[in-house]
T-cell receptor, first 113, second 112 residues
Framework: GEDVEQSLFLSVREGDSSVINCTYTDSSSTYLYWYKQEPGAGLQLLTYIFSNMDMKQDQRLTVLLNKKDKHLSLRIADTQTGDSAIYFCAEGSYGGSQGNLIFGKGTKLSVKP | EAQVTQNPRYLITVTGKKLTVTCSQNMNHEYMSWYRQDPGLGLRQIYYSMNVEVTDKGDVPEGYKVSRKEKRNFPLILESPSPNQTSLYFC???????????FGQGTRLTVV
């Protein structure tokens, strides 16, 4: 079946950039999502990118998509302690597609002061 | 405010005692689903519903039931909870099965 993979842990120092990577297998994906889960909370949509885009920037967040390699990354510039959370990558699509939104297992980002 | 509301947030129960976790959304979404989150396993889908009176099994449905009598509500029922159902549960809703999902705050269930 379709799959989304991401590394489980990432540790960075405050002020550095964080890069969280994700690979997916479904070539019909239209949207790629990044969700953030803070401790004790539910998942919240952080950002997303359409599959016909290569890059999307939103303040400190940069999403890069390599559709040929089915590789997605989330870069957080000037990482802060408040960025410590679990980040989930997910792939989906619109328009009568079969199946469900597919999530990766999540990458736990730890930010050291 | 658009939201998905789950209750209770925390629940400790004993093996075999039936329980229901409620989920309600105010976005008129057709698609709703339940996930459980366990360390190292990520999110695993338990059940989903494409619309009222339409439900189907996800990846880990054993030991769970759901119902969708109204569009806004999608309760998760554990008829006879067991310790291996101790987990963090999330309800989610979306326009479609593979579109942006909105999550509830989670229910931390402990079965002793």
């Amino acid at each position: 079946g379709e799959d989304v993979e991401q590394s489980l842990f990432l540790s960075v120092r405050e002020g550095d950039s964080s890069v969280i990577n994700c690979t997916y297998t479904d070539s019909s994906s239209t949207y790629l999502y990044w969700y953030k889960q803070e401790p004790g909370a539910g998942l919240q949509l952080l950002t997303y990118i359409f599959s016909n885009m290569d890059m999307k920037q939103d303040q400190r967040l940069t999403v890069l998509l390599n559709k040929k390699d089915k590789h997605l990354s989330l870069r957080i510039a000037d990482t802060q302690t408040g960025d410590s959370a679990i980040y989930f990558c997910a792939e989906g699509s619109y328009g009568g597609s079969q199946g469900n939104l597919i999530f990766g297992k999540g990458t736990k980002l730890s930010v050291k002061p | 405010e658009a939201q998905v509301t789950q209750n209770p947030r925390y629940l400790i129960t004993v093996t075999g005692k039936k329980l229901t976790v409620t989920c309600s959304q105010n976005m008129n979404h057709e698609y709703m689903s339940w996930y459980r989150q366990d360390p190292g396993l990520g999110l695993r889908q338990i059940y989903y519903s494409m619309n009222v009176e339409v439900t189907d099994k996800g990846d880990v449905p054993e030991g769970y039931k759901v119902s969708r009598k109204e569009k806004r509500n999608f309760p998760l029922i554990l008829e006879s909870p067991s310790p291996n159902q101790t987990s963090l549960y999330f309800c989610a809703s979306s326009v479609g099965a593979r579109t942006e999902a909105f999550f509830g705050q989670g229910t931390r269930l402990t079965v002793v």
